[in-house]
């Protein structure tokens, strides 16, 4: 019982307690003073109190009809007062109930209001989208210019070769010495003969295929061109061009079991999309090209560098040169490359999840950023990508994941799914190398 239910039956008492003064046994007043006659004055009655005193043995009430109805009538308004009181007080406490239950809605839609003005109704990466600015190469192929990049190399002397000459840190990647031959195109590096810009010093690079390519690839094998002492070293300009000198036996040809990965940005007919917003944010969209500047004057090249996790939870950043099929590929306004779908079942690619719900964010679909398996400096490190869509049962209780190992977690205890993304209904492979924009 609340403090004014206990205050009401109190009110609703006193006329009983009244009562019990004025008939029945003797009050205690009378008991203490001979001159009281129950609630009056003994002088008051004829014949004093003696006469009350017979009056009251015979069980009838000597105290005067109209106080005790005066009494009786006070305390039946004063109840019937203390009734209305109690019905106010009961719908007071209802219409302040009600009250208290719209403030506290209220409050709790400012609270909320106001945490997600403090920390954003989605993930807020700093740095999220960079600019990163790669040195390029010129090469060669049908005796027309070539700008490429190089981004990773199964072998680490060639690793550190271009790095030194380049002055940008080529990652080495292993796993891509696994690569199936129908994944690679071949490229030829010369050793000697005309000093030029090319990886060991000598004249460009040449291609075997370009973009414009149905073989296209950026993942190329090498063969290492030499010229014989007694030949006249001269640039070669294209793969028909060296295969004649190769059988006038004035140049020797060496396959190599080096990849190295050497998307190309500007080619006879063609150049990766540059975007026409170049202005980056946290929520800076996929679409519209991933090249923010091509300069062959500078000799250089800017991406838009995505920040995502290593499987560790490291922070990393990745551009996007080329992917399979054509329809991400265009999306994203990259090169396709379909002969990166021989790569899906080979350990040349490595497993990258993309969050298709939960928190949003800046990754490519709208979510927070995706997870690698693999980062550089990992033996199972590779710029080629099979893609994971990791997707929420409940994504009203989705919470950030950073590492391989708390996505598992969470697969394992039934609270996210994965499985491998098939755009177009076809293999999805996506050339991503992880690269640092800040060196």
Not at 94 to 99: H, R, S
Not at 407 to 412: D, S, T
Request: charged share 20%.
């Amino acid at each position: 019982m609340n403090k004014s239910q206990s205050y009401i039956a109190v009110i609703a008492m006193l006329p009983l307690f009244v009562a019990g003064l004025s008939v029945g046994p003797a009050p205690f007043a009378e008991a203490a003073n001979p001159d009281i006659c129950g609630v009056q004055m003994c002088s008051d009655i004829p014949g004093g109190r003696q006469a009350w005193e017979e009056e009251r043995n015979k069980g009838v009430p000597v105290a005067k009809p109209q106080d005790t109805d005066e009494t009786d009538k006070d305390n039946m308004e004063k109840m019937d007062k203390d009734h209305m009181d109690k019905d106010s007080m009961e719908k007071m406490d209802k219409d302040n109930m009600e009250k208290m239950d719209k403030d506290m809605e209220k409050m709790d839609k400012m609270s909320k209001d106001s945490m997600e003005q403090s920390m954003g109704s989605e993930l807020r990466l700093s740095r999220a989208n960079v600019p990163a600015t790669i040195p390029l190469h010129m090469g060669y192929y049908g005796g027309d210019e070539v700008y490429f990049i190089i981004t990773d190399s199964s072998d680490p002397t060639h690793a550190e070769i271009i790095t030194e000459a380049q002055g940008w840190k080529v990652e080495l990647a292993p796993v891509l010495a696994n690569a199936p031959p129908e994944a690679l195109s071949r490229t030829y590096m010369f050793t000697n003969g005309v000093q030029g810009e090319g990886v060991h010093g000598f004249q460009s690079e040449v291609f075997t295929t370009t973009p414009s390519q149905e073989g296209y690839s950026a993942l190329t094998s090498h063969v290492h061109v030499a010229w014989n002492d007694d030949a006249t070293a001269r640039v070669l300009t294209s793969e028909e061009m060296i295969q004649e000198a190769e059988t006038a036996g004035e140049i020797i040809l060496i396959d190599l079991t080096v990849v190295l990965n050497m998307p190309h940005i500007v080619w006879p007919d063609g150049q990766m999309q540059v975007k026409e917003d170049k202005t980056l944010a946290h929520d800076t969209k996929y679409g519209g090209g991933q090249v923010l500047d091509i300069d062959t004057d500078a000799m250089t090249v800017t991406f838009v560098a995505h920040r995502g996790w290593g499987p560790d939870g490291r922070t990393i950043y990745y551009i996007v040169t080329d992917a399979t099929p054509s329809g991400p590929a265009n999306g994203m306004g990259v090169v396709s490359a379909p002969t990166s779908a021989s790569l899906l079942a080979n350990s040349a690619a490595v497993d990258l999840y993309q969050f298709k719900s939960g928190i949003k964010g800046p990754g490519p679909l709208g979510f927070q950023p995706g997870i690698a398996a693999g980062a550089p400096g990992d033996a199972n490190y590779s710029p080629m990508w099979r893609i994971f869509l990791a997707d929420w049962i409940d994504p009203a209780n989705a919470e950030l994941i950073e590492t391989i190992a708390d996505l598992n977690a969470y697969v394992g205890d039934g609270k996210l799914s994965t499985s491998i993304a098939r755009p177009m209904d076809s293999d999805h492979i996506v050339n991503c190398p992880f690269i640092d924009p800040f060196q």
